[in-house]
């Protein structure tokens, strides 16, 4: 399998299984995170996601360039969705994740940590757009998350030089949330998922989703938008839960409804 699904309670851990290839995304990794992503989005028993690499040495270096960029080459042109869906594009995928960045972090790997919502990055991991450097863009969101992360001068740096960063860079540019030694990437990234599993999950999706789908409409869009998630979870039983539980002074038991 090029990409280990496992469940542990609440949260679903992700790995990209090719450390021989640095984990590059082939065909068969880029389906197979499809089909787990999904099972994932679809079970009301996972609240929160992990993406992480097999191996000490990266968590992703792209999309495989002797797999996967042929194959895009033969199909982006007649089908814009020949990428199987994933949280880069196309997943409506409003449940958080979080990348566990155990190493480098290239192209296509960088932009599936961009698609994760809170990035947990090893002080040895190295970040970077280097597509340019192939005669290429990025493909998989970086020319539009990038810039919408990071100060734009450094989005440009990035995707028009193709240099990589180190993780201390990447933190005091806003990349990344936090950077912790490589041995502790993993037990970070689920000690942030159990907070976030302590929160009411529908109430976790709407801030996402507002977030997100936000970020693309006018300010009044988007506070109707902020408007219309409110009352929709004001209708739901975690509020209630929440909402009693702060009043009767015990921790609330969320279901999810
Ligand atoms: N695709 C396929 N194989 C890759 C790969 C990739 N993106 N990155 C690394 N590998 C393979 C190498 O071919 C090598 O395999 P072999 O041992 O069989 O030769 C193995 O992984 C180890 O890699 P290196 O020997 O190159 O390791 P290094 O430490 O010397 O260099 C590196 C590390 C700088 C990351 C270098 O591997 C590299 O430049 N990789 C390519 C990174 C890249 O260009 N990524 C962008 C891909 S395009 C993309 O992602 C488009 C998009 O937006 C979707």
Known sequence: MAIDYQKEGKIA????????????MNVQAARELHEAMVDFRDDPELWVGIITGAGDRAFCA??????????????????????????????????????????????????IALACDLRIA???????????????????????????????????????????????????????????????????????????????????RAAKEAMIRGSSLTLEDGLRLENALEAYLMSTEDFTEGTTAFVEKRKPDFKGK
């Open 13 to 24: 851990i992700f790995t990209i299984n090719r450390p021989e290839a640095l984990n590059a």
């Open 62 to 111: 792209g999309a495989d360039i002797k797999d996967m960029l042929p194959f895009l080459k033969e199909h982006l042109q007649s089908s814009p969705w020949a990428m199987p869906a994933t949280p880069m594009r196309g997943l409506d995928l409003w449940k958080p994740l979080i990348a566990a960045i155990n190493g480098l972090t290239m192209g296509g790997g960088l932009e």
């Open 122 to 204: 090893s002080e040895k991991a190295r970040f970077g757009c280097p597509e340019v450097t192939l005669g290429l863009i990025p493909g998989w969101g970086a020319t539009q998350r990038l810039p919408r992360i990071v100060p734009w001068c450094k989005a440009a740096e990035l995707l028009l030089t193709g240099k990589p960063i180190d993780a201390q860079e990447a933190y005091r540019i806003g990349l990344v949330n936090i950077v912790v030694p490589t041995e502790a990437v993993m037990s970070t990234a689920k000690e942030w998922a159990e907070v976030i599993c302590q929160a009411g999950p529908l109430a976790v």
